[in-house]
């Protein structure tokens, strides 16, 4: 009787402690939604000179490519690349690319990826001519073989195509002086075949976008073209390429559409089609543009950090397509919000779910303060800011006031690189955290606990189930990897009962004759508004450039090309949605 009934109280004691595990997860589902920047395990800075002001991660350069059905991510200097069933749960597979020689400082650079049958082939940047061409026919696993040893092209930021008639071409290029160039490779040997072409430069007296700076207002040095990419589609080939810098907000993507593989190309209308200069997560640069297993189309890019060196950068992902005119365009409007994966229903792939940022501005309590890293930095949508707490110990929190009750479906939390001793890639590093909410600042119950969990997630996204009602958030740090408990951007998604901001008015925008490439866009300052997205295009209906503009009422627009007439329209928005957008201005 007596071990009867002990047996009858541990079984109890395990229910319980089962459905008290339950009630803390049951608010999390299986991720439908993503947010940029991703949430990858990035590697650190492999040389210690591009450390000088901290040690940080960077990656940059992205592809992604559809192989059996499973999508493999590469990028930058990662030691490794990833792979996922669904573009959210990605997962690491450690290996070095490099010949030993090569391997102190860097790893595969701008990488290239091509796919052949049931052959996936993969190359890093080189002008030596000794670095090998890998090949796997299943690269889930660290099994790859040499296809050729010493690949004789000698690209640097190389982009293979494969066309429908089973001829391979190589695109590559990245300079402040030469053009992208192009040239067919053997399908079997991976020899060059004919000499190489000259395809396109970069022409930024005519083109704004692609003038070197910040500002696009430098006038003594040259930009670059690199990240050359190459789609076929509707029997027309688009060649894209980024510029002007991948250390500035206006990186991104441009394209030329040609009716061969190696031209000759004519500049799309639409330009750059990848545009993201505004907002948290800015740039879109040297990226690819793939098709998702629904046949959706979207861009994977460079966004730039760019604090403790130029070359501290991050991935995100973006919808693309191609309208009724073969005109491809990207979508970046609400680009760092939460928006949809690929769905089976492809009318919902890429879309914005509608949630809105809840804690712009908002009132923040922190748990310490390290020197000038205040805890408003947190909550700016600056993602070159950020609060440190002093330490990295257990217990330090931050915690966000919504103002008032709103409905809770998403966080994300961006760590920032404080006091970080590492270089390279580490695979064994782990982030632990307990997310709490409150309507009161008494009671708390627990959001999200991750206090277990044995994973690298330097952008936290997390998708919750239902939504939650509360007004106090507070994240409390159980384990950091190492440095300093700091956060560049503590961000809350929801929605709000609040009015949604009405339509701007006195909107305008002034382009000179002097200066064809600019445009001053001014606006009447509204009390409710969070923020601005502006959208300008080429007819009234592809107004697919976006600029995100917060707690400002002007706007120094420097993307248009100095020959082209544009369209703009600007909406408002706030915690509890999107205002109208204004008519359409024509500007000559």
Known sequence: ??????????????????????????????????????????????????????????????????????????????????????????????????????????????????????????????????????????????????????????????????????????????????????????????????????????????????????????????????????????????????????????YGDGVYTGNGPLGPFTYQDHNPFAYKPGGFARGTGHGATFQAKNNTWWHVGTTVIGVRNNFERRLGLWPAGFDADGILHCNTAYGDYPHFLPQNDPEVSGKFTGWMLLNYQTPVRVSSTLGGYYANFAVDEDIKTYWSAKTGNAGEWIESDLGNTMRIKAIQINYADQDVPFLGKQEDIYHQYILRYSNDRQNWNIMVDKSRNKKDIPHEYVELEKGIEARYLRLENIHMPAGKFALSGFRIFGTSTGIVPDTVQHFTVLRGDSERRNAWIKWQWMDDAQGYVIYSGIAPDKMYTSVMVYGKNEYYYTAMDRDRSYYFQIEAFNESGIGKRTKPIFIR
């Not at 002990?6 to 008290?20: A, H």
Request: glycine share 8%; with cysteine.
């Open 1 to 250: 009787m007596y071990l009867q009934t002990t047996y009858i109280q541990l079984l109890n004691i395990f229910l319980i402690c089962f459905f008290l595990t339950l009630g803390l997860v049951s608010h999390l589902s299986a991720q439908k939604t993503y947010c940029n920047p991703l949430n990858l395990d990035y590697g650190y800075t492999p040389i210690p000179h591009f450390s000088e002001q901290g040690r940080h991660r960077a990656t940059a350069d992205p592809v992604i490519t559809l192989f059996k059905g499973k999508y493999f991510l590469f990028s930058t200097n990662q030691w490794g690349y990833w792979w996922s069933d669904d573009l959210s749960d990605w997962h690491f597979v450690s290996r070095k690319f490099l010949k030993p020689w090569h391997q102190v400082y860097d790893e595969l650079c701008a990488p290239g990826t091509l796919v052949l049958g049931d052959t996936f082939l993969v190359i890093g940047s080189t002008h030596t001519k000794t670095f090998p061409l890998w090949m796997s026919t299943n690269p889930t696993q660290d099994a790859w073989t040499e296809a050729v040893d010493s690949f004789a092209v000698g690209a640097w930021d190389p982009a293979f195509f494969a066309d429908e008639d089973n001829r391979v071409y190589i695109y590559w290029g990245s300079s402040n002086t030469y053009p992208l160039y192009g040239q067919e490779i053997d399908r079997k040997t991976f020899a060059p075949l004919g000499e190489r072409m000259e395809l396109i430069g970069l022409h930024d007296s005519i083109h704004g976008w692609e003038r070197f700076g910040e500002y696009a207002d430098n006038t003594f040095l040259p930009p670059f073209i690199e990240g050359a990419w190459m789609n076929k589609h509707g029997g027309k080939y688009y060649l894209q390429y980024a510029a002007p810098g991948t250390e500035f907000s206006g």
